[in-house]
């Protein structure tokens, strides 16, 4: 195998990465209404975030938190899209799975609210 081929695979492997996950954003964007008020409210929060934290570790917590927020809602609404794909037909294998995802998801923001609670807290009150 040549040496610049390699290279190209890398390149396109990267390339075909960059295209599908700006499709699956769109697709987020424009079909899951919790993805959308998410995004917004995190948005909307950063700014907040960066003052509230007074630290890099602090600014990370915060803003990782948030974009863990982000990652479920986006693994939650695949699992929600393969279900729907699987069958519409009532299935108490097809409700776990939707009941699990949609439980990731609170767990997440129930980990960003404490994150951003306890640094809050520490920034006014400590």
């Known amino acids: 195998m040549q040496m610049g081929s390699e290279n190209e695979n890398i390149f396109r492997h990267i390339q075909n990465a960059v295209i599908y996950s700006w499709a699956g954003f769109k697709a987020a964007w424009d079909n899951e209404m919790a993805f959308r008020t998410e995004t917004i409210v995190i948005a909307l929060m950063m700014p907040i975030g960066i003052w509230i934290g007074e630290t890099a570790v602090q600014w990370a917590l915060l803003i990782g938190s948030s974009l863990l927020v982000l990652i479920t809602e986006l693994l ?12 519409t037909e009532h299935h108490i294998l097809s409700k776990q799975a939707k009941d699990l995802g949609s439980a990731a998801a609170a767990v997440s923001m129930l980990a960003a609210l404490m994150v951003w609670g306890l640094i809050t807290y520490e920034r006014f009150m400590g």
């Open 76 to 87: 939650n609404s695949a699992v929600e899209k393969v279900v729907d794909r699987i069958g």
